[in-house]
């Protein structure tokens, strides 16, 4: 289980989070929306100790994260950036296997290799492109790509960084089905930040708004169409008119 | 008054902070030098890119500043009748000085601005992020590989371009000033000692760790965008050459100064 308690962040004057108060129950996936620039990336950043809250605790089954051990924590997480962030100079499959080959447990080349090409399998990538580098890969490619490598060591928690931006609807689709069936297969807690509504159904048990650095609503996604705050529904529904300010 | 020392002040403290900022980045790079895990297909491969690639810009840039070294000794040495002096002041010239200053200025050009533009690009694709959620540390992935190839590649390339500087105005010299091969020659050899070469070497050591420091450093810390990797980049190279030419000054007093 993540908790999240008074979590503040600022930069210089720009105060990004404001008193964070959040938990992610094990095994379940979380998804949080809100509109850019509302912190959304820098509250999952500061869970992984990217980036360093001025204030409050984040605790992992009851652990603060600052007071653990980096690697063994870092251990337990997969991650799926918003662009891939895959390494350009390393083959695909060198990509997946990147963790595998590395650290006190590394396995052989060849091992690593036979584990990366079955993770590129599970998300819809045949052998073949293994030894492809991400630059011949198109942007959906790339997501599953990421997506392999997140899964790849088999972590207990998964956190998606807009994984369904920069796609066509069916790809999004496509990626959305795969994150949902690989967070029920492995029974992982997942994190995901998305403006996709589309995205919100497919992974979502429960869901999170984040508005000017607060949680604004948080509750099992059954219940986010009937909920009455209006920040939520003005976000859900795309209107342009309501407490949240648009800028034309 | 208040603003004009305002005016000196504010500089004066972003140039102490910014120096701060590089010597603390200086001993993490130094302190992760020493400790495992040690990425050695990195290392492999920034021993190449630093040192292999450097080679030839190395090399044509002491060809030509050994010969032009050769024309203007005999040139200002006629003058008071030393033109003979010219195979000395060559070899010493460029073992001293000439080799190591522009060797390093070369490579800072070269490989500063190419470590701070790829990991800038890195740093904003989120790849250098990547790595930390990977369980790899970037000082240790990036910094360190590079640093220790630039620091033992440098010394290298210093010792190959006093070699190319050398027969760069040697060549000059039987060629265009009328000089005996075999005199020339003897002559290089015989006034040469071992601290002119060596005192060079010890500077290309310094010089190649100060340009791969100050590229991982202005690409870590890498602002947004093109932009940013662009100021990044541009940051390295002036960083780079500004710190070679004041740490040469430094090691040349300590080196030759009694």
Known sequence: ?248 | MTRLLAAIGHPVVAFLAALGRVTLFALQTLRHLVTPPFYLREFGHALLQIGWFSLPVVGLTALFTGGALALQIYSGGSRFNAEAVVPQIVAIGMARELGPVLGGLMVAARVASSIAAEIGTMKVTEQVDALVTLSTNPMKYLTVPRVLAATLAVPVLVAVGDSIGIAGGWLVAITRLDFNSATYLKNTTDFLEFWDVGSGLVKGAVFGFIVALMGCYYGLNSGRGAQGVGAATKSAVVAASVAILAANYVLTGLFFTS
Do not use: C
């Open chain 1, 1 to 248: 289980m993540i908790t999240l308690t008074n979590v503040h962040k600022a930069f210089g004057p720009n105060r990004v989070l404001q008193g964070v108060n959040l938990t992610i129950p094990r095994g379940e996936s979380m998804v949080i929306i809100g509109g850019s620039g509302t912190g959304k990336s820098v509250l999952l950043k500061s869970i992984l100790g990217l980036v360093t809250p001025d204030r409050g605790t984040i605790t992992l089954d009851d652990t603060d994260v600052t007071k653990t051990d980096r690697d063994t924590f870092l251990a337990r997480f997969g991650m799926l950036f918003q662009g891939g962030a895959l390494f350009d100079s390393m083959h695909v499959w060198e990509n997946v296997a990147f963790r595998l080959m590395r650290g006190p447990k590394a396995l052989p080349k060849a091992q690593a290799r036979e584990i990366a090409i079955e993770k590129l399998r599970r998300v819809g990538l045949t052998p073949d492109k293994a030894d492809l580098f991400p630059a011949e890969l198109s942007g959906g490619m790339q997501k599953r790509v990421g997506l392999a490598r997140a899964i790849a060591a088999e972590p207990e928690i998964i956190f998606f960084d807009e994984p369904t931006t920069g796609l066509d609807p069916i790809m999004s689709g496509v990626i959305n089905t795969l994150i949902r069936e690989i967070v029920v297969e492995m029974g992982v807690t997942a994190m995901t930040i998305t403006h996709d509504m589309s995205s919100v159904r497919a992974i979502a048990d429960r869901v999170a708004m984040l508005h000017d650095g607060l949680v604004r609503w948080t509750g099992p996604v059954s219940e986010m169409d009937a909920a009455s705050d209006p920040y939520l529904q003005q976000f859900i529904h795309g209107r342009a008119d309501g407490p949240i300010a648009s800028v034309r």
